[in-house]
């Protein structure tokens, strides 16, 4: 199936590791060019070597901190150099773990930065990219938080129920300009970070009876998703074959979600 990408130029923000690096293979692999970004300099310059040298496209790595200004002005930049955006996929950001009583203000304005303001810099940004080439694709990462809040991290619950919102009212601003806006809200996907703290707490014997406990609890199909599962997600809805998809939230979740 032809997904109508190629040639297209794709910001994907948090690119280097993770969801964020799948769907930059994803989209490599239908042919579209890739500008990811992320805060680790050697490694996001890496990975887009790879990704290039892997599917035979054009693909960029700017190192850059979106949860600044300057940051995304950078990434703005950068891609109104290699001629615009066409996609962006915000995807970069981290889970809480805090009580609203103990939680500073600095830490909610960090997270509030990364989550939200990232994706309202960058849609300033890339937008009036997107209308020159009449066409354009954005997906926000949020979570099942957003909707179904765990209990430790009231700062990323809150963020990314934001970011679903933020999501939503740009959809319906730039919904004439042949830009559609949607928000994925994953379950359990299987990234390096879930790894890294399962062998924290169960150490490298008990992390997979870890991980698989934590599945258990969720529900559904009992188990996490890869990252390239979550990412087949992301590519299609890029692509034209989702032409009548926007202002939508999909969840993602292995059957996770409590509610209709």
């Not at 599917?55 to 190192?63: K, L, P």
């Amino acid at each position: 199936m032809d997904l109508g990408l190629k040639g297209k130029l794709a910001v994907i923000t948090g690119g280097s590791v993770g969801i964020g690096l799948a769907v930059a293979e994803g989209l490599a692999a239908e042919g579209a060019s890739v500008l990811i970004t992320a805060r680790g300099q050697e490694r996001v310059h890496a990975e887009a070597a790879r990704i290039g040298a892997t599917w035979g496209v054009e693909a960029h790595g700017v190192a850059a901190d979106v949860a600044t200004a300057q940051g995304c002005a950078k990434i703005v930049t950068a891609a109104a150099q290699l001629g615009g955006a066409h996609i962006l996929i915000n995807n970069a950001g981290t889970g809480s773990n805090e009580t609203i009583a103990e939680a500073d203000d600095a830490k909610w304005q960090y997270y509030w930065d990364l989550h939200v303001m990232a994706a309202v810099r960058l849609a300033r940004g890339l937008v009036p990219q997107m209308k020159i080439h009449n066409w354009g694709a954005i997906i926000h990462n949020a979570s099942i938080c957003a909707v179904q809040p765990l209990w430790y991290e009231p700062i990323y619950n809150t963020t990314k129920a934001a970011l679903m919102m933020f999501s939503k009212t740009l959809a319906n601003e730039v919904v004439g300009d042949n830009i559609r806006v949607n928000t994925i809200n994953p379950g359990l996907v299987l990234t390096p970070d879930w790894i890294k703290t399962a062998k924290q707490l169960a150490g490298e014997d008990g992390y997979e009876a870890h991980l698989q406990g934590v599945a258990d609890e969720a529900g559904g199909m009992k188990r996490f998703a890869t990252p390239e599962e979550l990412a087949n997600f992301f590519v299609f809805l890029c692509s034209d074959r989702a032409s009548y998809s926007t202002g939508s939230t999909y969840f993602v979740d292995g059957g996770w979600l409590r509610t209709v």
